[in-house]
C-alpha cells in the first residue's frame, strides 16, 4: 500500500520569499507522484508530476518539485511567492495495479502574507 | 471543452434521507473518481471506474454509499440512508485514462446532514 505524509499543516510565509512544501511517500513499487492546489471552496487542480527521468519536475505558476528516492521525497518548491499563491496543496501517490488512482496526503495551508 | 460538473453545489439533508449527488465528467475521459472530503480525514477515495466498469468502491463506504456510471457522461453517488457523519465536500473527479498523473476536479457538492 502507498502512503503519502506532508509533515508541515501551516506554513506562512512573506510574498516574494521563496517556499518549500515537504512530502514524504511510502511505497516499494513503482510509483507515481504529483502535486495539487486547492484554493478555498473550489476543487482540486494539478500543479505537476513525476514518474521517471530528470528529478526537478516544472509544474504551472512557477511551482517545481524534486524527486529523491533515497529520502522518499517529493518536495514542491517555488522562487517567489504571490499572495494568490495561497492555498491548500496536496501531495499524491499512486501506483500498484490501478496505478491511476491518486491517494492524497492531508495537506499543507499556505498563507502568503503582503 | 468543459470542466467536471457537479451538482448540486449544496445540499442539506434530514438525518435518514437519500441523496444523490451528480458528476459530469470531462468529455472523452475515460476514468472517474469519487472522493470524499473532510478537515479530519482529508481526501478518501470513494470509488474508481474505467471506462464505466467499477475498479474499486473504497471498502469503508460500501454499505450505504453506491457510485454508478449511467453513462460514459454521467455518474451518480447515492448515500442511503444518510448519517451526520456524512457531512462532507464530494468531489469527482475524471481523467484520460492509462497513467497521466492528472485528473481534473468538479468544485463539489457539499454536503450537511442534521
Known amino acids: 500500500t502507498q502512503t503519502v505524509s506532508q509533515s508541515d499543516a501551516h506554513v506562512t510565509v512573506f510574498e516574494g520569499d521563496s517556499v518549500e512544501l515537504r512530502c514524504n511517500y511510502s511505497y516499494g513499487g513503482s510509483i507515481y507522484l504529483s502535486w495539487y492546489i486547492q484554493h478555498h471552496g473550489h476543487g482540486l487542480q494539478f500543479l505537476l508530476k513525476?514518474?521517471?527521468?530528470?528529478?526537478v519536475v516544472q509544474g504551472v505558476n512557477g511551482f517545481e518539485a524534486e524527486f529523491s528516492k533515497s529520502d522518499s521525497s517529493f518536495h514542491l518548491r517555488k522562487a517567489s511567492v504571490h499572495w494568490s499563491d495561497s492555498a491548500v496543496y496536496f501531495c499524491a501517490v499512486s501506483g500498484g495495479s490501478n496505478y491511476n488512482v491518486l491517494y492524497f496526503g492531508s495537506g499543507t495551508k499556505l498563507t502568503v502574507e503582503p | 471543452d468543459a470542466g467536471v460538473t457537479q451538482t448540486p453545489r449544496h445540499e442539506v439533508a434530514e438525518k435518514g434521507q437519500t441523496i444523490i449527488l451528480k458528476c459530469e465528467p470531462v468529455?472523452?475521459?475515460?476514468?472517474l473518481f469519487w472522493y470524499r472530503q473532510t478537515k479530519i480525514q482529508g481526501l478518501e477515495l470513494l470509488s474508481y471506474?474505467?471506462?464505466?466498469?467499477?475498479?474499486?468502491d473504497g471498502g469503508a463506504f460500501k454499505d450505504r454509499f453506491k457510485a454508478e456510471m449511467l453513462n460514459s457522461s454521467f455518474s451518480t453517488l447515492k448515500i442511503q440512508p444518510t448519517e451526520p457523519k456524512d457531512s462532507a465536500v464530494y468531489l469527482c473527479?475524471?481523467?484520460?485514462?492509462?497513467?497521466?498523473?492528472?485528473?481534473?476536479f468538479g468544485e463539489g457538492s457539499k454536503l450537511t446532514v442534521l
Open positions: 513525476y514518474y521517471s527521468g530528470n528529478p
Open positions: 468529455s472523452g475521459h475515460n476514468d
Open positions: 473527479a475524471s481523467s484520460l485514462g492509462g497513467y497521466t498523473g492528472q485528473l481534473y
Open positions: 471506474f474505467r471506462s464505466k466498469s467499477l475498479m474499486e
